[in-house]
């Protein structure tokens, strides 16, 4: 494939997907061309009859041949995040300025919430924002657990982060820009080395409690739809009175998205806790399909329903149809859990000044009732747990290290990429009786093999793959026990109906 016909290509692909129309191909080709560095050739017109539109050759074949091309000319360096800058700038040529995707979104909202999303999530795949076909290379499996069935994926698009570092960042003094990668700044910025090209990113305004908030979608997609809102001011997490009327005007816009929020403390927050942000999409959780354990009621807000969920972390769950009474409860319940102590279930809620509570809350509709979720979290940590006492303790961290946010706290475990080779050494190991403990590339996982040997005696090459990943989703399973305040056992029980009494 030549340039030209790269180019030529690309125009098709932005007009069959609407990004442009067919009088926008001569402007749009020339802004390729000037981003290539090129010049046209004498008798290039895109605009006159002689594109093929019934051409379907995929948008990575052409971002790839134009990429080489300019690779070859030495225009960009042949490393993976220069190709990423520079197919985005290239893509920027064709995405659709911010006001007219503003404006369609709008228009798509009158006929239904579902029209409008559906509209911007396509586009946000069809202008490579979305690299789809990165996200199909993520592996993704059912696990069943004691809990129902958990959902377990290894992402290959984004690194995994140390829980330091994500503490670390809350402190560092910010002086770039975007601030962050939250930033409504983002928009249109050509990134560098260290930040991602955005000039595909495109963002609706909402209000939410009165306040600037913005929708987009993620880039690394963990899920169908998966959404991100963000304040349109740079402020660090916080979770508060405020954070409930938020979710629950989020859901008067869009009902049929589940909608949430990572904790607000190191440790138990998610991988960004300097912008203050939610994260939604249109799926289904494990932690929604789980039923309630044990029913039960809050002085003064007896018309709402509430109880305890049958779930690996301690969940109180509220449903009724006024989102103010459960803006008042959860409240209620979140002043409590931030001054509570219980030294017989290790929860502290603060040491020499440090608050060390707070809440992971999760909103959803069902049934024509608001539900909220409220994740009870604590970030203590000990000499003997010094990456968190509820937080994936050592011998899970071969699997699992990074914090455990909002998403995994709803039962999709985002594992790092780095899984995936050492799966599949791990696998040849088994089959062939090595001593793991003998090869430094997969030594973490040796006594969690061991363990798997011993309870599987069935092991053979054409079902290992199938008994380690639902290894896995045991390990994910263990992971959210971990992390949970009130153990499900008798202690636990009876502590976690002493709050909800304290409450």
């Known amino acids: 494939m030549t340039v030209r016909e790269a180019i030529e290509k690309l125009m098709v692909y932005g007009i069959r997907n609407e990004l442009i129309e067919a009088a926008d191909s001569i402007y749009a080709a020339n802004h390729v061309y000037d981003v290539m560095g090129l010049e046209p050739e004498y008798d290039f017109n895109p605009a006159a009859g002689n594109l093929d539109m019934n051409d379907v050759t995929p948008l990575e074949e052409i971002l790839s041949c134009l990429l080489d091309d300019a690779c070859d000319r030495g225009r960009i360096d042949s490393g993976v995040a220069s190709r990423d800058l520079f197919d985005t700038r ?65 992402n290959l698009s984004k690194p995994e982060k140390d829980p330091k570092a994500i503490a670390a960042a809350l402190s560092r003094k910010q002086e770039q820009y975007p601030m962050c990668l939250l930033c409504p700044t983002n928009t249109g910025y050509a990134g560098r080395l260290d930040h991602p090209a955005r000039q595909t990113i495109r963002l609706i305004p909402l209000k939410l409690d009165g306040a600037d908030w913005f ?9 169908n739809e998966h959404c991100i809102v963000l304040s349109g001011e740079h402020v660090p997490m916080k979770i508060e009175k405020a954070t409930f009327r938020r979710l629950m005007d989020f859901l008067k816009l869009f009902p049929h998205y589940t909608i949430g929020s990572n904790a607000d403390l190191p440790i138990v927050g998610g991988s960004i806790l300097t912008h203050e942000h939610f994260q939604g999409g249109r799926y289904e959780f494990a932690m929604e399909r789980a039923g309630i354990r044990e029913k039960v009621s809050f002085k003064e807000f007896e018309d709402i329903e509430a109880g305890i969920v049958e779930w690996p972390m301690s969940v109180i769950r509220l449903d009724s149809a006024d989102p103010d009474r459960i803006v008042e409860l959860a409240d209620k319940i979140l002043s409590a859990w931030r001054s509570y102590s219980d030294t017989d279930n290790d929860i502290y809620a603060e040491t020499d000044g440090t608050p060390h509570n707070t809440i992971t809350p999760i909103a959803r509709m069902r049934g024509g009732l608001f539900e909220l979720d409220l994740v009870l979290r604590n970030n203590r940590t000990t000499d003997e747990f010094p990456l968190g006492i509820f937080h994936p303790h050592q011998e899970l961290h071969h699997i699992k290290k990074e914090n455990i946010g909002l998403i995994e706290v709803m039962g999709l475990a985002v594992l790092p990429a780095r899984l995936l080779g050492e799966m599949e050494e791990l696998k040849k190991a088994i089959l062939s009786g090595d001593d793991i403990h003998n090869i430094p590339s997969i030594e973490a996982h040796a006594d969690w093999a061991d363990e798997i040997c011993r309870k599987r005696n069935d092991i053979t090459p054409d079902n290992i793959d199938h008994i380690i990943e639902e290894e896995i989703g045991l390990v994910f399973a263990n992971v959210l026990e971990h992390c949970g305040v009130f153990k499900d056992n008798e202690q636990g029980r009876e502590g976690f109906r002493m709050f909800i009494q304290s409450v």
Not at 215 to 223: D, G, I, K, L
Request: proline share 7%; glycine share 2%.
């Open 90 to 154: 290239i893509m920027g040529c064709l995405t659709p300025r911010p006001s007219d995707v503003i404006k369609k979104f709008h228009e798509k909202y009158q006929e239904s919430p579902e029209a409008a999303t559906d509209y911007f999530y396509k586009l946000s795949k069809d202008s490579d924002y979305i690299r789809t076909y990165r996200i199909k290379k993520d592996r993704k499996w059912p696990a069943a657990t004691r809990y129902g069935s958990l959902d377990i994926t290894i």
């Open 215 to 223: 929708m987009q979608y993620s880039p690394y997609v963990y899920y």
